[in-house]
């Protein structure tokens, strides 16, 4: 056997370099809930698996006190990752999940759950993140489920210069070299969800798997990439490679860095439902119309 066609374990790292860079755009949602929409698929924007971003900041609670009133999901995963106040999760199972200050919830909505979505502060600065990612076929249909993921659980791998990586979902490594696994691993789509937090000037260094879907957001301050500047409210979608390094602007920053493997499926979404076909779109509207969205039994 040739050796020249196996890749080798101590090939130098190839940098993945900003792409894309995508503005979020001011959205509204919910019943009222003003926000930012950081991407959305599209057909000239495949984020596979990924299938949307918002950010919601305000210090005003004319612009969240609405919330997320009851409302249907299938065929996909939402993330809320929670920074700052108070919002609580009701499903139609009656589960109940408080997330506050540094918590997450990943709810797989399968073939379907209900739910709302409520600040639960009326003043106050109110702040986080919804990922949606995408569900592959073979999964669609399954049981609803979600895991509450309170911040202490959530761990931190700490980096040279004071900074630290949050890591959700996947694996990151601290300034030891010690892999630092999130609670959330072994999903088709192996999502990486960190929270990287980097003082001025700091450096970061970090794998990303070749062949994913990987892009950038940066929630405060602002990144250089290859020499490239990301201001806040930006995303950088990145090239192919096996290594993202950045560096803090003067202000440090924050940043999240999502990646996840592409499914390669056809996508067709009507609001809240994700599904490979126009036909299992119509019988989602359909189930919902007549109350089995969840199941036959609820
Ligand atoms: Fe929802």
Known sequence: MSTDTIASPTASPVQRHVT??????????????????????????????????????????DDYIAGFPSHPHRGFETVTYMLQ???????????????????????????????????QQKEGRMRGFQLWINLPAAEKMKPAAYRDIPAAQIP???????????VIAGTATDAQGQSVHGPIQGLSTEPLYLHAHLPVGARWQTAVP??????VYVADGEV??????LHQGWAGVLGDGTQLSLTAGPQGADVLLLAGKPLREPVVQYGPFVMNTREEIDQALRDYSQGTLTGPEN
Request: glycine fraction near 12%; proline fraction near 3%.
């Open 210 to 215: 070749a062949g994913h879907t990987a892009l």
């Open 85 to 119: 106040g108070h919002m609580l999760h009701e499903d139609h199972l009656g589960h109940q999940g408080h997330l506050r200050d540094g918590d997450v919830q990943w709810m797989t909505a399968g073939r379907g759950i209900i739910h709302s979505e409520m600040p």
């Open 156 to 166: 931190r791998a700490e980096l040279a210069d004071g900074g630290w990586v949050k």
């Open 224 to 229: 250089l990439i290859d020499g490239r500047a």
């Open 20 to 61: 894309t860079a995508l503005r979020g755009q001011p959205a509204e949602d919910g019943a009222g809930v003003r926000l930012t929409r950081v991407f959305q698929a599209r057909s000239t924007l495949n984020l596979d698996p990924f299938l949307m971003l918002d950010e919601f900041a305000s210090e005003q609670a």
